[in-house]
């Protein structure tokens, strides 16, 4: 029997590369997980979750366990991406998590009236931001039970 700890994999949706490379550094460095992807912005986000674009050739039956998906962002939003996400009977059962620096109340509300799982502030200093993203990791990837 697979670990089903191999079977994890985070899709990170992130457009500023500080705060990809600190994520993946501290997701890597719990060992939590071991297969991160890392995408720059929505619009990539959305092919690959729904297989298009350059992932058309990606077996459909592959999606990622986890979401970390950033708010402000090129292209498409997260907000966009979480619209979209959610909107779809089959994707909408994979867990978001919106890991963003906005604590605007409206981004709040629209994210929970969508469906979002989780909201959570990026932290300032760098060893908050590093445990934040390990609880993330540790909750989501190994805690919190699915049923698939």
């Known amino acids: 029997m697979e670990n089903s700890r191999e079977q994890i994999e985070i899709l990170l949706v992130e457009d500023n590369p500080d705060d990809a490379m600190l994520s993946i550094m501290a997701l890597e460095e719990s060992h939590v997980i071991n297969k991160i992807i890392h995408l720059k912005d929505g619009a990539e986000a959305l092919e690959y979750i729904f297989h298009t674009g350059k992932y058309a050739s990606q077996p459909v ?5 986890i979401i970390l998906l950033d708010l402000k962002m090129p292209k498409v939003s997260g907000l966009e991406v979480l619209r979209k996400l959610k909107g779809d009977e089959q994707m909408k059962k994979i867990p978001v998590i919106v890991f963003t620096s906005s604590n605007q109340d409206p981004d709040v509300k629209e994210c929970y009236s969508l469906g979002v799982n989780s909201y959570v502030v990026k932290p300032l200093s760098f060893a908050q931001f590093k ?5 993330i990791g540790l909750y989501w990837a190994v805690l919190n039970y699915v049923v698939e």
Request: no cysteine; aromatic share 0%.
């Open 61 to 65: 039956d592959t999606h990622p366990k």
């Open 131 to 135: 445990k934040a993203v390990n609880d």
